[in-house]
């Protein structure tokens, strides 16, 4: 499956954007779909996760209950919902998939897309 992420960009603290994941080649609900982020220096850190049919998520403690991931099986796509965002909150974001497995863990998703960044003002 190929992935691409979408909807980056520069918002202002306390802001909302939402990304999205669009598969191409598969359908996407075959797949557990997981957000990952990369800020500048740091290594790259599990933000959500949702499961094959949408009904289990994960999600990072430092973006829980402002941070929504969901399915949109019409648009064959996963999103983020990003709302109440904080500087901290500024990386590339990055949307991955594996066959079966809800985790956290970066080295569990086999496929990858680009990233999109998100840039937070204060």
């Known amino acids: 499956v190929q992935l691409q992420a979408s909807g980056g960009g520069l918002v202002q603290a306390g802001g909302s954007l939402r990304l999205s994941c669009a598969a191409s080649g598969r359908t996407i609900s075959n797949y557990v779909i997981a957000w990952f982020r990369q800020a500048p220096g740091k290594e790259r850190e599990f933000v959500a996760t949702i499961s094959r049919s949408g009904t289990s998520t994960r999600y990072a403690d430092s973006v829980k209950g402002r941070f929504t991931i969901s399915r949109d099986s019409a648009e064959n796509t996963v999103l983020l919902q990003m709302n109440s965002l904080k500087p901290e909150d500024t990386a590339v974001y990055y949307c991955?998939?594996?066959?079966?497995?809800?985790?956290?863990?970066?080295?569990?998703?086999?496929?990858w897309g680009q990233g999109t960044l998100v840039t937070v003002s204060s």
């Open positions: 991955a998939a594996d066959d079966y497995f809800l985790s956290s863990r970066s080295d569990e998703y086999d496929y």
